[in-house]
């Protein structure tokens, strides 16, 4: 349900963007959301909807790119997929590791006319 | 035309938690952010740990809950000050909510404030407070395999409470598949096993808090 919250943000963040510019319309933002992040695409879609009704966003598309948790051994320094959430490194047993990614939510562009 | 932005969708509240932070280092004030499903026993908690602490430290509480009162009276019959955040249907407590109830505190009369979420075992591990320690709550009628289904809070706090023990051989809850399956996600996770209506657990949890808001203060 936090995605209620974050989509006031991306649109937020694009109409600020696209007014910077000058745009008349917010055709597609781009976003890219970690595994981790628990948020939901569809979700993102459904408030974006009903949220940028009166704006210039109206009817943008919304693409999402996914971003897998990888986690960087302390020990060996390799450096994994981990979706299944299997923190420990499988060549030398250290528990503790790294997240190198999957936690990300940002908008990474946006496409405006 | 294509724009890049690169910005983080949570940057607003991110700088609000930074200014939040910096206030409460310049206050002196320890903050703790506990976290955990409805009904896991975060107020009786609070309580239990205001309990201890109440004679040595001035500790205050922000209770967040989407609606009533209930929980930031029975924290003022304990005699500590208390604010109440209605989130009206928000599954979370952002730092700008925090931001305006700070209004109601006297920060240079709290040694320690302890920030009650909304229960909900994903929403909140997103929005950053400003706090010093994220801590949650799981208790053990609540079944042992929440590490695996909420890995992101196992993985953001760094403290994990596990209430209810006293209550341990009426359920199938088993705490050491919790201290290893949640260990594998953090292995820095402190862990302290309570009963917040037996008190069993609590003298350690309060001795270590106690170790940590003078280390860092």
């Known amino acids: ?113 | 035309m294509e724009i890049k932005v690169l910005q983080k969708i949570l940057e607003a509240n991110e700088a609000i938690a930074r200014e939040n932070a910096r206030l409460f280092k310049d206050k002196g004030v320890f903050v703790i952010n506990i976290m955990s499903s409805p009904g896991a026993g975060k107020t009786s908690f609070i309580l239990r740990t205001l309990e201890k602490l109440k004679n040595d430290f001035k500790v205050a509480v922000i209770e967040g809950d989407i609606a009533s009162k209930v929980d930031a009276e029975k924290i003022r019959e304990q005699g500590a000050p208390a604010v109440q955040i209605n989130t009206g249907g928000a599954c979370h407590l952002d730092a700008n909510m925090i931001k305006n109830a700070l209004n109601l505190l006297n920060l240079d009369d709290i040694d320690l404030l302890i920030i009650e979420n909304v229960g909900n075992l994903v929403c909140p591990a997103e929005f950053n407070l400003g706090e010093d320690l994220k801590l949650m709550i799981l208790s053990t009628p609540e079944g042992d395999d929440k590490p695996l289904k909420y890995p992101q809070m196992f993985t953001l706090c760094s403290v994990l409470v596990l209430n209810k023990i006293d209550l341990l051989n009426q359920t199938n809850f088993n705490v050491q598949k919790v201290r290893e399956s949640a260990t594998k996600l953090n292995a820095n996770l402190q862990i302290f096993e309570v009963s917040c209506t037996t008190g069993q657990g609590i003298n350690t949890w309060v001795t270590w808090l106690k170790n940590k808001f003078l280390v860092t203060r």
Request: aromatic fraction near 6%; include cysteine; charge should be negative.
């Open chain 1, 1 to 113: 349900m936090h995605e209620l919250g974050i989509t006031e943000n991306i649109l937020s963040i694009a109409l600020e963007q696209a007014q910077q510019r000058g745009a008349q319309r917010i055709l597609k933002i781009r976003l890219k959301i970690g595994e981790m992040t628990a948020v939901v695409d569809e979700c993102i879609r459904f408030y974006f909807e009903i949220l940028s009704k009166d704006t210039m966003a109206a009817g943008a598309e919304i693409e999402v790119e996914n971003v897998p948790i990888k986690v960087k051994c302390p020990k060996c320094g390799k450096t994994r997929e981990a979706s299944d959430y299997n923190f420990i490194c499988p060549q030398c047993g250290v528990l503790s590791a790294e997240i190198v990614s999957g936690r990300e939510l940002y908008v990474s562009s946006i496409e405006i006319e």
